[in-house]
């Protein structure tokens, strides 16, 4: 795979702001020798490669000033391996478990949409919450070969488009893990918003860069990530929401749960170290155990207003 030569810079995809207001964050370390199919795979073991990134003063998002074209990354995620779906279904525990006190202000929980929704594991919880009407989005074509058959008429395969769906049309629409992979996340939100009946509400979940461990980690943390065209801080996660016009804006960490030999895969150290702790702990009586850890993950979240009444 070869890089796409992209000579402009573009500005902030949050606030706009010119690269005058941008200053270096990471250098270009991708290796075109490394980059395989599961280089976009979800949950894979980390590769700590990364596009050049500069960070905005305006608004505090760290992005890539120079993506690759929409295209070439749709095509990567269509081709993309996918191995973790028991993981997927530990994520959307979390998820479910993160975002109940947000679904409790909802007035309504007829359809739910989600961007990026893998095999359907968190349809699937919304679902069990009332939900009647359950619709997701998702590139990769071996994540849905990976979803049991009952989810698969749910998902509709390739990337997000809002002309694919009717305005006002939703209660729910969620976004994890999604808005660091898009080239323009404020096109996603201001769309998804557009989608929302009056009242509804939008959540994302991404990665918080200024969490203490990614900052301890640096370059070693996982979400120095070839996929990722931007990274976000609690900060502008908010910043993304309010200036795409949603209320009530709010966000909080929490913490997920995998298996021991999950944890290990994300583990900085030497490749065939990991390989060997990993395989001792898999299929031990230690690996069918779940261990809760916050390592950075942000919930951010945004409502609708509702439509004024009559009186």
Known sequence: MKHDPIAKARPCPLCGAGPDQAEPFLSDTRDDSRVSASSFASRKVPEYMSHAMVRCRQCDLAYVDRPPSVASLAASYHAADYDSAEEAEDAADAYARALKPVLERLTGRGAALEIGTGTGAFLERLELSGFVQLMGV?????????????????????????????????????????????????????????????????????????????????????????????????????????????????????????????????????????????GLLRGSWLDRRRLPFNVGNFMSWGFRPPALSDD
């Open 138 to 278: 998702e590139p990769s074509n071996a994540a849905i070969a990976a979803a049991p058959s009952r989810r698969r008429a749910w998902i509709r395969e390739g990337i997000f488009e809002e002309k694919d769906f009717a305005a006002e049309s939703f209660d729910l629409i969620c976004c994890f893990m999604t808005l660091e992979h898009v080239q323009d996340p404020g096109a996603l939100v201001s769309a998804a918003y557009r989608l929302l009946r009056p009242g509804g509400v939008f959540v994302a979940v991404t990665h918080d860069r200024r969490a203490w461990l990614n900052r301890l980690l640096g370059r070693r943390s996982p979400i120095v990530d070839i996929e990722h065209m931007q990274l976000f801080s609690a900060k502008s996660s908010r910043c993304l929401l309010r200036q795409n016009g949603y209320e009530s804006v709010d966000g909080a960490s929490f913490r997920n749960s995998y298996r021991p030999s999950y944890w290990l895969r994300l583990v900085p150290m030497p490749d065939g170290l990991k390989r060997k702790l990993t």
